[in-house]
């Protein structure tokens, strides 16, 4: 039961345009949200978060959208860089406590093209 | 900085051998994770610990096991490496329900 998914395994954008990278989930007891970013042969890296109490968490070029309706977010890259060519995983919490157990999905391979 | 490392980049180990994957976090986190990632499913969490000698399964612990001795310390042994065992690797800490850190990760293969 894949409760985080992330439906386009990849994604090609031209340099300078908007790179937008959508996520769903279906546990509404999901609390926080974050996105990491992911190059090959490296760790993730924690990117931008979002709590449920919030729509909008704007970092830089980064900007992370929720709609707890539709249990939907994504996240927006203006303007996309060659740099951010990377795998993107979007990850779910539900305030388990002390523990930060996370639910991933399946990411989303970015492709910026010079 | 948060630095998390693990003890090998490449590791190629046959069927049937026991194999040890070590990860150390030098930031007196309580949590660490382990997961693994293969194409197409994401990450997915194997193993995780709060505290020394607390663990509990995470979503595919079958065929895996884990050991913290130590805060810092946090292995993942498989008893019995299969070949469906092949995958990368990813060790994570964090302090309470913060942020995972990640480290570099572990390409086993096995043969």
């Known amino acids: 039961d894949q409760q985080v998914k992330q439906n386009s395994p990849s994604l090609s954008v031209q340099e300078g345009r908007i790179s937008i990278l959508n996520c769903d989930y279906t546990n509404s007891m999901f609390d926080y949200f974050l996105w990491y970013k992911k190059y090959p042969a490296e760790g993730p890296t924690f990117l931008i978060s979002i709590s449920s109490i919030k729509d909008k968490n704007e970092d830089g070029r980064f900007t992370v959208f929720l709609n707890k309706s539709a249990k939907h977010l994504s996240l927006h890259i203006v303007p996309s860089q060659p740099g951010d060519s990377a795998v993107y995983f979007c990850?779910?919490?539900?305030?388990?406590?002390?523990?930060?157990?996370?639910?991933f999905g399946q990411g989303t391979t970015l492709q910026v093209k010079p | 900085d948060v630095k998390v490392t693990q003890s090998s980049r490449y590791l190629v180990k046959r069927t049937g051998e026991k194999v040890f994957l070590e990860c150390v976090q030098d930031m007196d986190h309580e949590n660490m994770f382990w997961y693994r990632q293969d194409p197409g499913l994401g990450l997915r969490l194997i193993y995780f610990?709060?505290?020394?000698?607390?663990?509990e399964k995470g979503d595919i612990p079958e065929g895996y096991s884990v050991s913290r001795e130590k805060k810092e310390r946090f292995s993942l042994i498989l008893e019995s490496a299969s070949t469906n065992q092949t995958s990368m690797y990813l060790c994570?800490?964090?302090?309470?329900?913060?942020?995972?850190?990640f480290g570099p990760g572990t390409r086993l293969t096995v043969l």
């Open positions: 610990s709060y505290d020394v000698k607390m663990k």
């Open positions: 994570a800490s964090s302090r309470g329900a913060d942020t995972q850190y």
């Open positions: 990850a779910a919490s539900k305030g388990s406590g002390n523990t930060g157990k996370l639910i």
